[in-house]
């Protein structure tokens, strides 16, 4: 039976992929042919083409991330010479067909027992709208996300030394992504802790860590942490070897170069804006809803339960919406993306609605809580909830690009699908692509600083 259900799932996903490739690919001539330059292509363009033809002298100080985008381009294409526009937007293409199989692989590790549901979550997430429209330009989200999957599975397959290798090579595509080395590292930790302090589970290779394992480990660690130092390791210590020396690696460059970005600076301060989990838990609500019907009623219970504790959670909220509700230049000035229209038409235009808006950001993220959280294996989404909190408060900038790889890894989490929730997120995706495909091939945006028409996108 288990043969059957793998190959069934094999085949799916090859039917899956393969039309994936065809549709996608047509959609990806019919992007080019109408736009040869889509916004921060601007910048990424003119080096991918230096660097394609091996030219690494070159730099343009707006560009804000290290160049790996750049050098995988040369990797793949340099060599034959195909350093065009057409190609270097290919790189996006391709490594959006690679994530397929990647996503595919994670779920199997996370959800064994539900084969050919790992290929439909796969498929889905690869139709994330905001995702799916950047998987035909020339912008770094896609090959970050490959080089994180990567980073995750190998973390998970416990290859912890080519998990540190492909952290080094996600932050050399987006900075930020030494945040979830961190996370895996952290979880890899205190689960060691945890099998060090604990007999029990010394040789169990997948473990997991409840609530009162947390409340063992800590009494362990205060009381008799010798005990714990005793029983570590060499291969402990090269394991945690492997993932410092990256971490260790970027401190020192941000402390020479006096910041996380690199080129231009000012543009990317960072900063404390504490609004941007709100953002995030409503980007995922919307995009995330058939996995949030079932918490409706829940969520009702516990807030008639909790009435106290409801009331400080909308205060709080009150109070972070009216004193951390940060704008940031380019949010007002560039209406070549959608976050424009729905700041100055909703949030900049009516004040009210700003704190209209908190009773959705509590219960979506009540949502997220109650979708992630299980009380007996704490360990990955306590560093998950950790680690997506701090790299979102970081960002003045309110970028639905922040919110990608943070909403792949809550959705990887979610244990409880249905035939009926994945079809309605499918659809809810491919309606949602259609609609800004429409725009971007219908919707000319003019600019006098440019000789040709801009087009919208996320």
């Known amino acids: 039976m288990a043969s059957k259900l793998f190959r069934l799932s094999t085949v799916t996903l090859i039917i899956a992929t393969s039309l994936y490739t065809i549709i996608s690919k047509l959609i990806f001539d019919k992007i080019y042919l109408t736009s040869k330059i889509i916004v921060d292509e601007e910048f990424h363009l003119p080096l991918g083409e230096a660097y394609c033809q091996y030219d690494f002298n070159k730099w343009d100080p707006k560009v804000t991330t290290f160049p790996g985008l750049y050098l995988l381009s040369t990797l793949v294409f340099g060599n034959f010479r195909l350093c065009s526009t057409y190609w270097l937007r290919l790189i996006s293409f391709l490594t959006s067909i690679v994530n397929i199989l990647l996503y595919y692989l994670i779920f199997k590790i996370y959800h064994r027992q539900v084969a050919w549901k790992n290929v439909i979550s796969a498929i889905n997430i690869s139709l994330l709208p905001p995702l799916y429209f950047f998987s035909h330009l020339y912008y770094t989200d896609v090959s970050s996300i490959m080089m994180t999957m990567l980073l995750l599975i190998s973390a998970r397959k416990e290859y912890h030394y080519l998990a540190s290798v492909f952290g080094a090579l996600a932050i050399m595509m987006r900075q930020t992504n030494v945040i979830w080395i961190g996370m895996l590292f952290g979880d890899y930790i205190l689960k060691q802790l945890y099998m060090l302090s604990s007999e029990k589970t010394k040789y169990l290779k997948q473990v997991k860590i409840s609530t009162k394992g947390v409340e063992h480990l800590t009494r362990k660690i205060l009381t008799k942490p010798a005990d714990i130092l005793r029983k570590i390791d060499l291969q402990l210590v090269l394991d945690c070897l492997s993932y410092l020396s ?64 409801l009331a400080f959670s909308i205060a709080f909220c009150l109070c972070v919406v009216h004193f951390n509700t940060l704008i940031h230049p380019y949010l007002l000035a560039d209406n070549r993306h959608y976050m424009f229209y729905v700041w100055n038409r909703l949030y900049g235009k009516y004040l009210f609605f700003r704190y209209a808006m908190i009773f959705i950001y509590i219960f979506a993220i009540y949502g997220i809580l109650s979708k992630i959280w299980d009380s007996k294996d704490i360990s990955f989404p306590l560093m998950y909830i950790l680690c997506t909190v701090f790299v979102l408060v970081m960002q003045k900038l309110v970028e639905v690009r922040y919110y990608l790889f943070p909403y792949i890894l809550f959705r990887i989490q979610i244990k409880k699908t249905t035939p009926t929730i994945l079809a309605l997120e499918n659809l809810t995706y491919m309606a949602v692509n259609a609609f800004t495909l429409y725009m971007f091939f219908n919707k000319d945006i003019i600019w006098d600083t440019y000789d040709y028409p801009q087009r919208l996108i996320w």
């Open 246 to 309: 990256v971490l260790c690696s970027f401190l020192v460059f941000v402390y020479f170069n006096g910041s996380l970005v690199v080129g231009d600076k000012t543009a990317h301060e960072a900063t404390i804006h504490i609004v941007q989990v709100f953002y995030f838990a409503t980007f995922t609500l919307l995009f995330g809803w058939p996995h949030f019907v079932s918490s409706i009623v829940p969520f009702i219970k516990f807030s008639w339960r909790n009435k106290v504790f």
